[in-house]
């Protein structure tokens, strides 16, 4: 499918009255900005043969409550389904992804549920940013946790993180009810202010590791400072 980043797609002129996208069996990508904007869109069908998501695909399409990613996409773009406001569940069937880029579902306000698969190595930066219904998160293990990826996710409370590599700056910036962690002792190295402003947090449990230096508050809440 084209990348429609410099032009508008033929069905642009119907923005309004699209309810929903049934991409056939056989197309392998979609192309950069391809259904953007489409903010009637409430229905979603990926095709089995679809390898790649181009940079944000379904950019703003408010009104998608679910997404099932095909289990041969390899390549999930920048911002692929950043501000889709209303996207509650996403499920990720994807054996060879490898990577959840910058802003992928950033602002997905609504969004309470998401399968990360297990070989998945990098979550990229603001990846789930204001993902403010987030509760609960798995992370693979040795993954690298991107700068801002889950920053003002304000109700995540519980985060498995066993085996991952590294925490971000502002990773987990202002997740208010997150009260304990847990850092495996694979993790190496933890960004600035990764956990600053989480004023629940009474518990962190930490294991010898491989780290050497504390970046600047990593633990900054009132009355604590790293």
């Known amino acids: 499918m084209v990348d429609w980043s410099e032009s508008s797609p033929p069905w642009s002129d119907y923005k309004g009255i699209i309810k929903s996208i049934?991409?056939?069996?056989?197309?392998?990508?979609?192309?950069?900005?391809?259904?953007?904007?489409?903010?009637?869109?409430?229905?979603?069908?990926?095709?089995?043969?679809?390898?790649?998501?181009?940079?944000?695909?379904?950019?703003?399409?408010?009104?998608?409550?679910?997404?099932?990613?095909?289990?041969n996409v390899t390549v999930i773009g920048t911002g692929a389904f950043e501000n889709c406001v209303s996207l509650e569940r996403v499920y990720m069937c994807c054996y060879d992804l490898t990577e959840i880029p910058e802003r992928s579902f950033k602002n997905c306000s609504s969004l309470y549920f998401i399968s990360i698969p297990v070989w998945v190595k990098t979550i990229g930066a603001e990846a789930f940013a204001y993902c403010t219904e987030l509760k609960k998160i798995s992370l693979p293990g040795g993954s690298i946790i991107g700068d801002?990826?889950?920053?003002?996710?304000?109700?995540?409370?519980?985060?498995?993180?066993?085996?991952i590599e590294g925490i971000g700056s502002y990773a987990f910036y202002n997740c208010d009810n997150l009260a304990s962690i847990e850092i495996p002792y694979t993790v190496t190295d933890i960004g600035e202010s990764a956990f600053e402003d989480c004023d629940s947090l009474v518990s962190v449990k930490m294991p010898y590791s491989g780290m050497t230096e504390f970046k600047n508050k990593i633990f900054k809440i009132i009355g604590c400072i790293n």
Do not use: Q, R, W
């Open 22 to 71: 049934s991409i056939h069996e056989g197309v392998t990508n979609v192309g950069d900005n391809a259904f953007s904007g489409l903010t009637n869109v409430t229905t979603v069908i990926m095709p089995k043969t679809l390898t790649e998501i181009g940079d944000g695909a379904f950019e703003g399409c408010t009104g998608i409550t679910n997404i099932l990613i095909p289990e």
């Open 148 to 163: 801002k990826a889950f920053y003002n996710c304000s109700i995540l409370s519980i985060i498995y993180m066993d085996y």
